[in-house]
């Protein structure tokens, strides 16, 4: 089982070890085995190679079996050529990683960390389906003159189908229910998006589909969230409402991501940035990169005991109130990684 | 005082009336002079000449000192060749109005209705200025086909340069604050934007101004929304987070715009749509309306008294809790704007 590790910047590496240390005890407990290979990436990269993302990164990555990737980028690369985020997109479309899940929940335990009143957030469970290598992060011409600039978002025929098909395979898992997330009122792309999703409709006919324009969703992910099963949507909508969604749930320094490709290994990461203000402070909360990696012992790894055993540690861990200063606590890293570790074992 | 009246579809005609009538009232209080003229618009104009925006339309609100528009569009026309919202796009264009104006606040009185916790949000008091006349809504090429389609956002130094000053000026009467908001780690128009507003700022030596990511503002919003004073943005971008915002406020119902160009006649609507599910229930909420009208008094016409006894009938009317529905009371939309009238007198 061979993971990349691309441990990021600021405080990423001090969450990454964090959450290797759980995995470590955990691996122990169910004789997981697994080499962890370690590769440069994003600002690190530049400056030991100058380049986010060196060619022998990529085939690492794309001959593991999954990548954990940290937070990356920070003020000290803002200005360098190829900036951190350059990478970050670039190893996406080389490894093929065109759908980015990112689930959205609000349990119980966690609803006290919700800016949104209890009533309407309570329950809140969805997942945001986003295109992850096309769209106007993508498409061309793409430039910027003296006087004027450009951006182009170019949808393909088989690049709207196969993230749909995500999305209602994910739905299958789940309510059943999809969102597809636009603005057909105005962009031709909406519109191409909404005629192919009505394509692929019929395979799955148990899935009920309700069409949202993104202004709309922006306003009901705070309104209604509970409306929500699984969000269908392109790379700019996504980007948005998925931070949107995180911030709903008051709990980002938890919240996991995954990104998947047509075949190849996934790729885990916390949703939040790099944090340059409390790196080295030690007070950054481990747990968005444990569950991360939880999220790819399921969903890789088929380890479906480990990671469970990892998630109820997790939430002894929130329950002792054993938690960073961004949860209302006053735990450093090391100590709350400390005190999960403890409820593994 | 020339005002041009789009009177809209399904509870647009409901709230327009209801608008009008305090219009009336608050005019004969203050000998303030005026004259209506109605144009078809959206829906309406669809049915009855086939077609969005007639000609005669543009000319009359291009000529009037003012226009007042309310809500447009619905599934009726969700099939029709040029939908409700072209004409929208399509006068914004034609009347130059390149810049839309939208207040967020959450006022000790208002603050019951927001969704997010008083602590956060309580004193939230800002003011979206979002670009409406150009980026992805009107760049070319767009098309549609068979197996693909396409997008494209343009923006001009010009285009950049005066919605820029308008957020400047916006500022200078406000808090000083401008945050501009883009997503310049990845689109060559968010730098773009970056380099213009760099070339404006020395202007507005008091204006502070600070740079955030469109996906971090989607999280500011709700879970720092104090930290806004005026938001610089783009179209498409302003769409989104305009939306979000008025979903804090919790009081869609209530929150009038202001759409503004170089020269000639602004435009003022609520920001909410036509609402077809409450259409003829008598239960719009009017004061959406009512606003967009004491805005109107306010910034064309310099009716600041006539204005301000309007805001006050209506804060006085929500103590009273003479409101509709959606602000959780179960008056009428004609009681609701009989009791405002009744305070104006
Ligand atoms: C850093 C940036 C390019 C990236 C994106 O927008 O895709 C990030 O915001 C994310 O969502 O993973
Ligand atoms: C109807 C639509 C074209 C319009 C827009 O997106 O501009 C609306 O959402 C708005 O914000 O005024």
Chains 1, 2 share one sequence.
Not at 144 to 154: L, M, P, W
């Amino acid at each position: 089982n061979r993971i990349v590790v691309l441990k990021g910047d600021y405080i990423g590496p001090e969450i990454m070890a964090a959450g290797l240390k759980v995995l470590r005890a955990a691996a122990e407990h169910f004789d997981f085995d697994y080499d962890l290979i370690e590769e440069p990436f994003g600002g690190e990269a530049i400056d030991k190679v100058g380049e986010p993302l060196p060619q022998t990164t990529v085939e690492a990555a794309k001959n593991a079996d999954a990548v954990l990737l940290s937070a990356i980028g920070g003020p000290k690369w803002d200005n360098a050529p190829k900036r951190p985020e350059a990478g970050l997109l670039s190893i996406r479309k080389q490894m093929g990683l065109y759908a980015n899940i990112r689930p959205t929940r609000v349990t119980k335990q966690l609803k006290q960390y919700s800016p949104i009143e209890n009533e309407i957030v309570s329950g809140t469970d969805f997942v945001i389906v986003r295109e992850l290598t096309s769209g106007i992060y993508f498409g061309e011409p793409r430039w910027q003159k003296a006087d004027s600039a450009i951006d182009t978002t170019v949808y393909r025929r088989n690049e709207v189908q196969r993230i749909a098909r995500t999305a209602f395979d994910m739905a299958m898992k789940r309510r059943k229910h999809v969102t597809v997330v636009d603005k057909a009122n105005v962009l031709a792309t909406s519109k191409f998006w909404r005629q192919i999703v009505g394509e692929i409709q019929p395979e799955y006919p148990d899935v009920t589909v309700d069409y949202m324009y993104v202004d709309a969703t922006a306003m009901n992910i705070v309104s209604h969230p509970k409306h929500f099963d699984v969000i269908l949507t392109d790379n700019m909508f996504g980007d948005i409402l998925s931070d949107q969604a995180a911030a709903i749930t008051g709990s980002l320094g938890m919240i996991p991501s995954m990104s998947v490709g047509q075949s190849g290994p996934n790729l885990y990461e916390p949703i939040h940035g790099s944090a340059p203000d409390i790196a080295g402070k030690h007070i950054a909360n481990p747990i968005s990169m444990i569950n991360s990696i939880s999220m790819m012992l399921r969903y890789t790894f088929d380890q479906f005991k480990m990671a469970d055993v990892i998630d109820r540690a997790v939430s002894q861990t929130i329950e002792d109130h054993f938690i960073t200063r961004d949860l209302g606590g006053d735990e450093t890293t090391e100590a709350t990684t400390k005190h999960i570790i403890k409820s593994i074992n």
